[in-house]
């Protein structure tokens, strides 16, 4: 029983410890989506407004 536990527990870390691991690039259109999202953000602080983030 503490055996099954233990190996479960185990595999779990090494496929989350893997999936962590794992560096994603972003495709055009989110680094296009990252680029507007850093300029509104600009836009809105140097009017003074809040920034709504969701």
Same mark, same amino acid.
């Given at each position: 029983m503490k055996t $099954?536990?233990?190996? $479960?527990?185990f595999s779990g870390l090494c496929l989350i410890a893997s999936a962590h691991a794992e560096e994603k690039t972003l495709?055009?259109?989110q680094q296009r989506m990252t680029t507007c999202n850093q300029q509104a953000t600009a836009k809105s602080a140097e009017?003074?407004?809040?920034v709504r983030h969701i």
């Open positions: $099954t536990i233990l190996v $479960t527990l495709t055009p259109q009017r003074g407004m809040p």
